[in-house]
């Protein structure tokens, strides 16, 4: 409301309460109605239609109403078939692992640091034995994945 005198923003409360009050329409729309006299001892003008656009910015309700959520990007899996000379240079496996706490899941995420294969483990809880059952499936999966590229 900086920037507007008293008047304006009297007149653009008065603007934003009667576009409610008329449903709402298109903008451009209301605009042309005030402009062209459909409303009769209509005391505002186009002008103080812009300035309740420019102060309170587009209508909340409007835009709940007439925009949709955007559809997520489809799962594509895409699989990449390592070449045999990486995993001919790369015997050696150099395996980095994390813990990852989502929604009270314990996940276990490992690299490999030479091919940076990535790979995630739920967890049922933290045991001892669950750690190492994860560690030891997620090395065999690396192992195999680097196996299913010779």
């Known amino acids: 409301m900086e920037g507007f005198t008293k008047r304006q923003v ?13 449903g ?8 042309l109605a005030v402009r ?3 409303f009769k001892n209509f005391p505002l003008t186009e002008a103080d239609i812009k300035n309740a656009e420019t102060i309170f910015g587009p209508s909340v309700s409007v835009l709940k109403g007439k925009t949709k959520r955007p559809s997520p990007d489809s799962v594509v899996e895409d699989w990449v078939e390592i070449p045999p000379e990486v995993t001919m240079h790369n015997q050696k496996l150099d395996l980095a ?3 990852a706490f989502i929604n009270n899941a314990v996940i276990l995420t490992t690299i490999d ?10 967890i049922k809880n933290r045991t001892k034995g669950n750690y190492l ?18």
């Open 10 to 22: 009297d007149g653009a409360i008065q603007a934003r309460q009667a576009y409610h009050a008329a």
């Open 24 to 31: 709402a329409p298109d903008l451009n729309k209301f605009k």
């Open 36 to 38: 062209s006299g459909f």
């Open 97 to 99: 692992f994390d813990l």
């Open 113 to 122: 640091l030479a091919i940076k294969f990535r790979y995630c483990v739920p």
């Open 133 to 150: 059952m994860a560690l030891m499936w997620s090395y065999a999966c690396i192992i195999m994945q680097g196996s299913m590229s010779k």
